[in-house]
């Protein structure tokens, strides 16, 4: 599979997402965070799903803070969502702004790095609802909203192990592999009609998080991205910037 670089002159209006609803999940801690508040920074009302109350609310409170505009909370744990639990937040998105212009789905859980002749069952599942199906799941009840918006984007966070497999990335390799196929399949779906929506997959690359620390704790730190370096090239694929590129593997780094 060929991946495709973002712009080399990647620039982003301060106002690129003006006017537009998006909805960032793992938005409490990482990557997710610094999505959520590039995407208000650039003029975005942003939707905060993650599963922990209090984080969200830190970035809820830092939001207000720098930019003055309201975010929502919504909580939700991506392993335990039900799709009555998707159909209800679409509904309640539905009531509060009557569209979605973005998805920014960046919520992800490791695993364990174990080869998969010993990978337990129950973690398998457990990483693939939340990395696969949980994201798949939101973006298909969340579609009829989307439709609403005049340039709908939906962007998946990947990773190099889902493009290359490697040993011991188990569960969670096979499950950037299924987000990378999902954004293909999806692509094609949605790419016709007078509203197509766009659907891109994005590698932020090794980015200096917690997952990052969990899967490479020995490792120089200070080297690393921070998650606000990558959080801008998540933005570009939410925005009208990124008209027209849709089925995409991108690169953030
Ligand atoms: N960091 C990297 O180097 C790197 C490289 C390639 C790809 N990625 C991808 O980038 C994305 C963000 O990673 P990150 O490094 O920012 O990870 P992170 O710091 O561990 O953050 C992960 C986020 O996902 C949320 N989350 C985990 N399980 C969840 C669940 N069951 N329900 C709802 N939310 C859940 C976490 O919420 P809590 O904080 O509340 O637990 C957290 O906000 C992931 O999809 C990851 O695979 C990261």
Not at 21 to 44: F, H, K, P, Q, S
Not at 48 to 61: M, S
Not at 102 to 120: F, K, N, Q, W
Not at 192 to 206: C, F, T, Y
Request: hydrophobic content about 45%.
């Amino acid at each position: 599979m060929t991946s495709t670089r973002l712009p080399a002159d990647l620039r982003l209006d301060a106002d690129s997402l003006r006017e537009r609803v998006v909805l960032l999940t793992g938005a409490g801690d990482g990557i997710g965070r610094a999505v959520a508040e590039a995407a208000a920074a650039a003029g975005a009302t942003v939707v905060l799903l993650g599963r922990t109350q209090r984080k969200l609310e830190a970035v809820y409170d830092q939001i207000v803070a720098d930019h003055g505009r309201q975010p929502a909370i919504h909580v939700m744990d991506l392993a335990t969502a039900t799709v009555q639990d998707y159909a209800a937040l679409a509904a309640a998105l539905q009531a509060e702004y009557g569209r979605l212009d973005g998805i920014a789905h960046v919520a992800g859980t490791l695993g364990a790095r174990t080869p998969l002749e010993h990978y337990d069952i129950a973690l398998w599942s457990r990483v693939m609802l939340v990395n696969l199906t949980a994201p798949w799941l939101l973006t298909q009840a969340c579609l009829p909203l989307l439709r609403q918006s005049s340039d709908p984007a939906v962007v998946f966070a990947s990773s190099s192990v889902g493009r290359t497999g490697r040993a011991h990335w188990g569960a969670y390799a096979v499950s950037k592999f299924g987000i990378e196929g999902m954004v293909q399949v999806w692509a094609e779906e949605l790419d016709g009609g007078s509203k197509p929506v766009r659907i891109n997959a994005l590698n932020p690359g090794p980015v200096r998080t917690a997952m990052r620390l969990e899967a490479y704790p020995a490792e120089d730190r200070s080297k690393l991205a921070l998650p606000a370096a990558v959080a801008p090239a998540f933005v570009w694929a939410l925005s009208p910037a990124s008209h027209g590129v849709t089925g995409q593997s991108l690169d953030a780094q």
